[in-house]
C-alpha cells in the first residue's frame, strides 16, 4: 500500500472544507501598487481610506427654492440676495429670505429652504407657506461622510460607487492589491484551440475562455495560456516554467487516474500535492499544490499555489467558483470573495445523492412566495449548457434526498 508522508493527504477523497483549509493555509495578500483612480475600478484597496473631508463639505440647498428662517412660515418677504451653486453666501438680513438654488451653501442665519414650487413669487417678495420646520431640504455637513471616519476598509473590491466615493474626497491615486498572476494550461491532446477545423476524436478548448472570464472576475490576471501535451516529460517542464512567471497555477484535465493523466504525478514530483480527490460532484479528481519558485518575475511567497481542475468543463466551472474565488480573495486580502453568499429557496426538482455533496447548477426564480431554484435536467459534468444560465449551486448534502418543494441552500454565482 502506498503511503503519503504530507499530512494533508488523504487516500479518502476529502471534503470541501479540507480542500479549502489545504489550498488558503499560508496565502497572504499580495504586495500593493498605487494606481490612478481611473485604472482602479474592480481592484481591492490595501489600505483603508481615512476621509479628509466632511461630505457634503457645508450646508447645502437640497432644492431650487428660497432659503429663510423656519419662524418666518405663512409671512411675505423681500429676497435679500441671490445664491448660486458654487458661490459665497451672505448672513441672510433678518426677515428676509434669498434665492437659492440646488447645491448652493446655505446663508448662516437661514435654517430651512423651501422648493420653488410651493412660493409665491411677488415681484421682489416671496410668500412663504405655513408649517415650516428648520431643517427642512437642508443637506446637512458631513450628512454623507464625516472628516476623519473611515471612508473604506481595507480588502474592499472597488465598484463604481466607491470610486465615486474616493473621488468625493479629491484622491486621485491609491494602493491596491497588485492582481494575482494565473497561468492556464489546458491538457489534453484532444483538445484543440477554436480557428483550427476538428479532426476525429478533436474537441475545442472550452475551459479556456470561461476560466479566463471567470479568473478575471475573481480579479485575477492570466498571463500565460498553453496547452500542454499527454507527455509526462512535458507536463512537467510546462508547470515547472509555469510556476515562475504565475502566482498561480492553474490547469485542465489529467487529474483523474488514466495513463495519460499527468498533472498529479507532475506535481509530486516538482512541488507538493496538498490534496487530491474531493467527496463532490462535480469535481471528484481536483489537486491541490505548491510549486517552489526557483527565479523568475513573480517571486513572491517563494512559491505558486497549483490547482488542478478535472477536465470536464461543468467540473472546472464549479471548481473556479469554489476553488479559485476564495484563492483569489485571499491573495487580494478581498474577505467578500472568500464564500459565495448562500441563500434558501424552494427545490423545483426532486434528486437524490451518494457519497458525493452534489453542486447542481440551476436557474433561480423570484416569485411571490419566495426564490425556486429550478435544477437544469442534466447534471453530468460534461454537459455546460447547464452552467450557461446557472444563477446558483444547489448545494446538496451527501447521501441526501430533496423533494420538490423542499428548502435548499443555494449558493450564488454573483458577478460571473
Ligand atoms: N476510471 C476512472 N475514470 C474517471 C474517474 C474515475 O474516478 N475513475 N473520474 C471521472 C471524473 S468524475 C472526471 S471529472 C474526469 C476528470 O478527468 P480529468 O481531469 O483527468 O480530465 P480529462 O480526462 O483530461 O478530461 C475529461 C473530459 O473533459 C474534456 N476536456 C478536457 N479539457 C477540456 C477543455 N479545455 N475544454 C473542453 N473539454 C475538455 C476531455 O476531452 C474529456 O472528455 O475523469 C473521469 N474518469
Ligand atoms: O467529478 Mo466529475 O467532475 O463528476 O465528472
Known sequence: MAEHTCSHFSAEPGSVEQALGALLEGVTPLAGERLALEQAGGRVLADAQIARLDVPAFDNSAMDGYALRAADAGKRLPVSQRIAAGSAPEALLPGSCARIFTGAPLPPGADCVVMQERVERDGDHAVFPDGLSAGDSIRRRGRDVAYGQELLAAGTRLNAAAL???????????AVRRRPKVALL????EVIDPGTPLGPGQLYNSNRPMLTRLLESFGAEVVRRVNVPDDVGQTRAIIREAAEVADVVVSTGGVSVGEEDHVKNALERLGRLDLWRLAIRPGKPLALGRLPKHGGEAKEGGEARFVGLPGNPVSSFVGAWLFLRPLMGALTGCAALATLPAMT???DFATRTGPRRHYMRAALAFTPQGPVAT???????GVLSSCVDADVLVD?????????????????????
Open 186 to 189: 489546458s491538457t489534453g491532446d
Open 164 to 174: 465615486g466615493h474616493l473621488a468625493g474626497q479629491g484622491i486621485v491615486e491609491v
Open 345 to 347: 429557496a424552494t427545490a
Open 396 to 416: 446538496v448534502p451527501p447521501d441526501a434526498t430533496v423533494a420538490k418543494g423542499d428548502a435548499v441552500t443555494c449558493l450564488w454565482l454573483a458577478g460571473g
Open 375 to 381: 435544477a437544469f435536467a442534466d447534471q453530468n459534468s
